[in-house]
């Protein structure tokens, strides 16, 4: 099984220079490739392959866009790559139409050739960029897969697939059901429950800060205001560097917190795990929900979920949509209609007096039993 690796570079100053060259290009030519596809679909043309445009970059490098010779020619060609995969999503229905990269918005990253990425003890070569330190040791001798190089407004890393055995682990005959929400995190049919990180001091405590930065950036976005234009100060530069910062905190908070949780699952060693097909996109039109879904990062939580699954070799099921598993009691099997959203209790004639939660990770783990 391929799993990913995430390791932290140490590039010096011009390393950090060709690096960002690189990531410019990626953007530049993922633009132009849309630009071009979108061009031809309002000419009535039919879709271009990512060969045909690759070709005609490679005749512009010798005029128009020269400086493309300055960094590796992987970059341009997976860029081209990338973009025709995104938009051919989009016509099958599986994704959002592609958009535009901005240098603001989109996570700056660009790609490096797999069969050109070498290793040594703490060192690793990235093409026309030269010999990267690296904070652990990258395994030596084995296939690497998609190897990307990627900033997080802070630190420079470098993501790599990377083929291991499975484990061979004896698993139990129990099938676990996990019911996500906004209150919890996760309660699972064993009883363990997960508390929503969002609740805690620190988090609690950055989301404040990062509010408060916001005011101020924004005063001083309309103090130093000249007509119709925003003028940016050092002042307004750093605070957006703080931000950013704050931004990247929270996301790794609770990126590591999904890490944990999923692996304390995985660790009781079912045969089976039960989910709910959430449909996220229709619950964030709630417009008083959708800020709590989104902190929540649930359907991160279950891509994590499913990958750690198949490498445990345990059975991973999405439930129906439309099984009712909060509304069904989990001791006679009669359906509760008028049950709230508010309610957060189960109350059933049949006597029974359940955190409703608990009930839908019960009734999740039958799932198969009961279809």
């Not at 470098?158 to 099938?175: C, F």
């Not at 692996?263 to 800020?291: A, C, F, R, Y």
């Not at 359907?299 to 991973?316: A, G, H, L, R, S």
Request: with cysteine.
């Amino acid at each position: 099984m391929i799993l990913a690796k995430k390791i932290r570079l140490y590039p010096t100053e011009e390393q950090k220079q060709k690096m960002w060259q690189s990531v410019g290009t990626a953007r530049y030519i993922y633009n132009w490739t849309l630009s071009k596809q979108e061009e031809n679909y309002k000419n009535g043309g039919k879709f271009i392959v990512d060969n045909i445009l690759r070709k005609e970059i490679t005749k512009l490098k010798q005029d128009e866009l020269s400086w493309l010779k300055e960094v590796s020619n992987n970059v341009a060609k997976q860029a081209v790559k990338d973009c025709c995969k995104a938009y051919k999503n989009f016509f099958n229905g599986f994704s959002n139409k592609p958009k535009f990269k901005s240098r603001k918005k989109s996570k700056p990253s660009f790609y490096n050739d797999p069969f050109k990425l070498k290793a040594k003890e703490k060192l690793v070569l990235i093409e026309k960029i030269g010999w990267i330190k690296t904070k652990e040791q990258i395994p030596i001798g084995v296939k690497y897969t998609n190897p990307r190089v990627s900033y997080d407004n802070k630190y420079w890393y470098l993501s790599v697939g990377i083929e291991i055995e499975q484990p061979n682990i004896q698993l139990t005959n129990e099938s676990l059901g996990i019911d996500v929400g906004v209150k919890y995190l996760a309660v699972c049919s064993n009883g363990d429950v997960f508390k929503n990180i969002n609740k805690t001091k620190e988090v609690r405590r950055l989301k404040k800060s990062l509010k408060r930065k916001q005011k101020q950036i924004s005063k001083k976005y309309e103090l130093n205001k000249k007509g119709k234009e925003y003028v940016k100060t050092k002042n307004i530069i750093k605070l957006e560097k703080e931000i950013k910062l704050i931004h990247r905190r929270l996301s790794n908070i609770r990126n590591n917190y999904i890490h944990q949780v999923t692996n304390k699952i995985v660790k009781t060693k079912p045969s089976k795990i039960v989910m709910e097909d959430l449909n996220i996109k229709g619950m964030m039109k709630n417009k008083h929900l959708s800020k709590a879904i989104a902190e929540q990062c649930l359907y991160d939580f279950k891509t994590k979920m499913k990958y750690k699954c198949e490498f445990y070799n345990i059975k991973f099921v999405e439930a129906d949509r439309f099984y009712p598993s909060s509304k069904l009691c989990s001791r006679c099997g009669s359906i509760k209609k008028d049950l709230k959203l508010k309610d957060r209790m189960y109350k059933c004639s049949c006597g029974l007096n359940i955190n409703r939660d608990y009930n839908a990770s019960i009734n999740l783990s039958r799932y198969e039993l009961t279809i």
